[in-house]
């Protein structure tokens, strides 16, 4: 509990971006720390562009990453009936809905000034249409960033696609990129109600490709390079974070065996041994460009959505984590089938 104080005590003195400070957010809430989430909610709602982009600081060129703060937004407003709160939820909300560039097909663009799709845009964007009952359109939008981004021979996602050269701008497999998609994912899976049965059991096979690449690309010490299946890039402790959440997650729905939370747990310990004596996670990618090892605001917010999920499995119920849904196997291809999902509750 003293570090993951700490951590949290160090995301906080921490300057955030939009994206950074829905993150943080959904770390406090999902730790429990309520008060404290409603905090940076009030401040995401009072730095609100005219748009309704929330936490707008400087030059507001992303689109999707302040919906990052959309989830704990509503949450918070509903909590404390607060109306700037319930005013800034709704603006948003008409943004993506109605304001926000998008292509032919509806999906947002992640940046104003082109026409691209970004992988994080997975996590920043359906959670927050998901929690404002806006099923389809979540779905809707996963599903179109991975189509754009999907790269078949590596079984991952790309990082960052041109629509309208139809063509990548970085095919890298970004590793926080396809640990932010799957978290995201995980997310919706969970926000879906059961009348969404399909799209949860597609959005669920998609999940367990992610899962499946990163346990390839997984070192021998529980870490991750920076580009997943690029050894020569720096060594990125934030994707192993997301990826032992989004683990925790499966194995809290049912999507995925509880024999593989030892794993997910190991991965949490490896990065833990990086958290120095401030509270800072290091060797992640480090903000604000992420092109090499430094600390950042959304690891800091990794490590206690991580510590928050592995919390959760560990208070069910004895009998959920001695569940045989799937097989020891469960990541040969045969696995993935449809058919093997409609199980999900």
Known sequence: MENL?????????????????????????????????????IEAAYRQHDDGRVASIGDMVAQTDPSACGEVLLWAAKKTQMEVLKQAADQLLDFNLTKAPR????????????????????????????AAGH?????????????GLFIEEKEMLGHRYDVEKQMFQRDAIWATGNGWALAGIARVIDLLPESHLTARVELTA??????????????????????????????????TLLFAYGIYRGIMTGWLSPALKELADLCVEAVSKNVDIYGFVRE?????????????????????LAHAAKAKVEALPEEALDSDWFDDDFLDEEAFDLEDLEGIS
């Open 5 to 41: 104080e700490k951590v949290k005590l160090a995301m906080l003195s921490m300057q955030r971006h939009s994206w950074e400070q829905g993150v943080a957010m959904q770390a406090l809430w999902e730790l429990g720390d309520e008060e404290g989430a409603i905090r940076l909610a």
């Open 103 to 130: 292509s032919d097909d509806g999906i947002l663009y992640h940046m104003n000034y082109d026409q691209s799709f970004w992988v994080d845009s997975i996590y920043m964007l359906p959670p927050f249409l998901a």
């Open 135 to 147: 099923y389809d359109e979540a779905v809707k939008q996963i599903n179109g960033y991975w189509e």
């Open 206 to 239: 998609k999940a367990l490709t992610l899962v499946g690449g990163f346990m390839k690309h997984l070192r021998e010490d529980k870490l991750v390079h920076d580009v997943l299946d690029d050894p020569s890039s720096y060594v990125d402790g934030a994707g």
């Open 284 to 304: 992640v990618a480090g903000a604000p460009h992420f092109i090499s090892s430094g600390i950042s605001p959304e690891a800091q917010a990794f490590y206690l």
